[in-house]
């Protein structure tokens, strides 16, 4: 039987569940630049350095293992990150990615007459994966590209099922304290769960930062999510991590696919996280040559939020932020526009090794100097 596809409305006795047609499908970063001899792809926040040597011979090794299913419960990964962070084994949930934890957790709290809180300038899956639910959406304003507590506490009801805070955030690379987030999770609602998603946990510097895990580990509304595609390099293996309260594991447990993380993204991700030497690694050399090429950038103008991720966001001016892009696409640097976050005037700029931030600030030199 063939099936034939068209731009035409599927029948209206044929349609997927509410909330489907009002997503806009999610849109990854650019990764070619037609025309340039040389592509510096600095739009979807990869490590320039790659993954541990370890991982990648770890993924190696199981070439030879491929008809044999994986460990569905993820036993040796769930052990190796609990005795690398100092958790509860039982308390983590491993992911297809952290995006598909997030879109399990969304399924599994959210529905029709449900709302999702998420900030203004927050990762775009949050609002998918409540429309996806069925549920509604709420943005929460953000006060100087920050989250703002006290407005993602107002924007709660009593229908409000989940609330989705990336910190550090992006794409704007902004950090809240500790200190902050404990009252939130303390003053939501008491139907409402709480998900810290700490994907760029790693990069952060700052002293008496938590991504979420010793919020998560005093309290039964609060999830952390982290992610093996960021700093551990892994992106091509989509692999994430989830540490929860049990109720929520059991939960997750029951209705997540068998066998949702494949044999050589488990083996990979058990060397990555042992090799805490090589993370150090990329964190002290991504802090360095992110302060440099924002103050670079500074002395050309263009002004970037302080960031705490592997990314910068500069402000070009609303007026000439697409003419930014299409002037470093030309030299092969593929960046990221913003505009579909509320950010029309700005470029999101991964934090490359020292030839592309090097390569960044000339050609933004230039830019500004035209």
Request: charged share 20%; proline share 5%.
């Amino acid at each position: 039987m063939t099936f034939q596809t068209s731009d035409a409305a599927a029948p209206s006795a044929i349609a997927p569940q509410p909330g489907i047609l009002e997503i806009e499908p999610y849109v990854g970063g650019e990764s070619g630049a037609p025309g340039a001899n040389r592509v510096i792809k600095l739009s979807s926040n990869e490590n320039p350095l790659g993954c541990s040597p370890a991982a990648q011979a770890a993924f190696a090794e199981c070439a030879g293992q491929l008809a044999i299913y994986p460990d569905g419960a993820h036993v040796r990964l769930r052990e190796t990150i609990a005795r690398a962070q100092g958790l509860e084994a039982d308390r983590i949930v491993c992911g297809n990615g952290s995006d598909e934890l997030l879109a399990l957790l969304a399924q599994g709290y959210a529905g029709p007459g449900d709302e999702v809180v998420h900030c203004a300038h927050g990762f775009a899956l949050y609002r998918i994966n409540a429309l996806a639910n069925g549920a509604t959406p709420v943005c929460a304003p953000e006060r100087d590209l920050t989250t703002d507590v006290d407005a993602v506490l107002e924007a709660c009801t009593e229908r409000t099922r989940l609330v989705f805070i990336a910190n550090p955030n992006n794409p704007t690379g902004t950090l809240v304290g500790r200190e902050a987030l404990e009252r939130l999770a303390d003053a939501l609602p008491e139907r409402t769960l709480l998900v810290l998603d700490g994907a760029y946990a790693e990069y952060v510097r700052d002293a008496g930062y938590d991504a979420g895990a010793e919020i998560a580990r005093e309290r039964e509304n609060v999830v952390m999510t982290r992610t093996f595609s960021k700093i551990h390099g892994l992106a091509a293996l989509r692999l994430g991590w989830m540490y929860a309260p049990r109720h929520v594991v059991d939960a997750l447990g029951r209705f997540r696919a068998p066998f949702n993380v494949n044999a050589p993204a488990l083996a990979a991700g058990e060397a990555a996280m042992r090799d805490q030497e090589y993370v150090e690694r990329c964190a002290t050399l991504n802090e360095a040559w992110r302060d440099w090429l924002v103050k670079r950038l500074a002395e050309n103008g263009i002004s970037c939020t302080p960031s705490h991720g592997n990314f910068i966001l500069a402000e070009f001016g609303e007026g000439r932020a697409g003419a930014a892009d299409a002037f470093l696409k030309a030299r092969g640097l593929i960046g990221r526009k913003t505009a579909s976050y509320g950010l029309p005037g700005h470029l999101r700029l991964t934090v490359g090794d020292e030839t592309a931030c090097r390569a960044v600030a000339e050609a933004v030199n230039a830019f500004t100097s035209q």
